[in-house]
């Protein structure tokens, strides 16, 4: 679905029907998730990228909200685990490296 911020995220929610306003980021745990997010987190995410990145099925994608020192701005920290090789993922637009196998190479017509 489309963000408030103009991108596709397989993880965010709305519900608009018959004049409902109801958004929300499915990716947050537990309970209150609603009270952590609000719209403006959505411009800085990296989860869009990521999605159109790299659709591997074994990475765990773990977003967190965290407030500065002040608790004037919030942002978002991602973790990623992938399940298959069990090892944190260094950069989750490339994936672990262990999982797929890499491309054959190509050979030149004979």
């Known amino acids: 679905m489309r963000t408030p911020a103009g991108t596709e995220c397989p993880f965010f929610y709305g519900d608009y029907y018959r004049g409902r306003n109801r958004e929300e980021c499915r990716l947050l745990p537990g ?7 609000s719209r403006d987190l959505c411009k800085t995410c990296p ?4 999605a159109r990145a ?4 074994f990475q765990e994608l773990d977003l ?3 407030r500065s ?18 090892c944190q993922v260094a ?7 262990q ?9 030149i017509g004979e």
């Open 47 to 50: 989860i869009p990228e990521i």
């Open 31 to 37: 309970p209150g998730a609603e009270k952590r997010w």
């Open 64 to 66: 967190r909200v965290k």
């Open 91 to 97: 950069d989750p637009h490339i994936g672990c490296g």
């Open 69 to 86: 020192l002040l608790g004037q701005r919030r942002a978002t920290l991602l973790g990623v685990h992938c399940h298959k090789c069990e």
């Open 54 to 57: 790299n659709s591997c099925e």
């Open 99 to 107: 999982c797929h196998a890499a491309l054959p190479n190509f050979q």
